[in-house]
């Protein structure tokens, strides 16, 4: 590391943690990142000036939508021109992140996206961490931000942006944690999760949208999610869809008859035959 790399890094840190009128490179200098639309602040703001000037990237968040992800896009295409590499992580947790989004991130060809399954791993993820890394130096912004839209421009968010040389103990601890999580076996490649996970997430969004439509809904029928026979079957229904098959078989011992063949009749022109005992 060169020796004017290392000053700045102090003079920055006298600046943010010691005194602050002491004069630093705010280019080294530890920040609090917020969203504050008087004084003109976005963490969306903080994020793509990172990203237009690192050679490569890490994040790491629980929720990814198509509203937070856009404003991105353009940024990040000039990335994949660029052959900037990058690494991105996200989570079936709560089934938020939208599907569409997903799709969006796996057409950059610089990227690639991983999902980590918590009903696999036995754990939550609520992870939102941005890693760049310049040379020698990682700037990395770890908080409350996900990547939505809210959360990127005008939420009441938290998160701080720490400066590191590579040799930093701050730098490798979450380089490390983010590597541990990224080779996890539950960490599933797009075109591993992406069909399943799609499938989970409209019948959700589905019983959400019917549970709204009740007059006094209960906290109960928002939880509602589908269980692993039912995500099995509209998975298989539409792998047989694809096939142009026309045809399908279902045999079901209890009575999951209502939302097995709802879903059929919305997932193509195809004719089920149910048998129930």
Known sequence: MQKHTKEELKKGFETAFIDQDFISNLAYKPMFVSNNYKEGRKVLSSIEDELLTCNRFYISVAFITLSGLTPLLQTLKELEERKIPGQILTTDYMCFSEPKALNKLAELKNIEIKM???????????????????DEIF????????????ALTKNKEWNTKIISTEHGEF????????????????????????KPYTVKYELIKKQKEISKQVEVPSIQQYKLQPNKMQVEFVSNLQKIIDEEENKALLISATGERDIFMTDARNLGNIRVSAAWS
């Open 116 to 134: 980590y399954v918590t009903g696999e791993a036995g754990v939550g993820f609520h992870t939102k961490g941005y890693i760049f890394r310049k």
């Open 171 to 194: 730098a490798n601890n979450i380089i490390d944690e983010f590597s541990l999580l990224w080779n996890s076996t539950s960490s599933k490649n797009y075109e591993d999760f992406i």
């Open 139 to 150: 700037k990395i912004i770890v908080g409350s931000s996900n990547i939505t839209l809210s």
